[in-house]
């Protein structure tokens, strides 16, 4: 699943991403695209014990997937 959340103001993208989550089956990814790095929902993440992976795009947003 892909969410872009890009031209969104905080906190939707958070908002977006964290209801994304709670329809993430056991193996799935989740990847969103942000304006910028998420630093707020990295803590969010760690706390619901998943990880993931965050990738600058040439454009200067960022990809980051999701997973447990």
Sequence with gaps: MIID??????P???MRTLAALENLG?????????DRRPMFLYEQLEELGYKNRTEQQNDGSYKIEIFR
């Design 26 to 34: 056991e193996n799935e990814v989740l990847t969103i695209i942000n």
């Design 5 to 10: 959340n890009r031209g969104l103001e905080p």
């Design 12 to 14: 939707q993208p958070m």
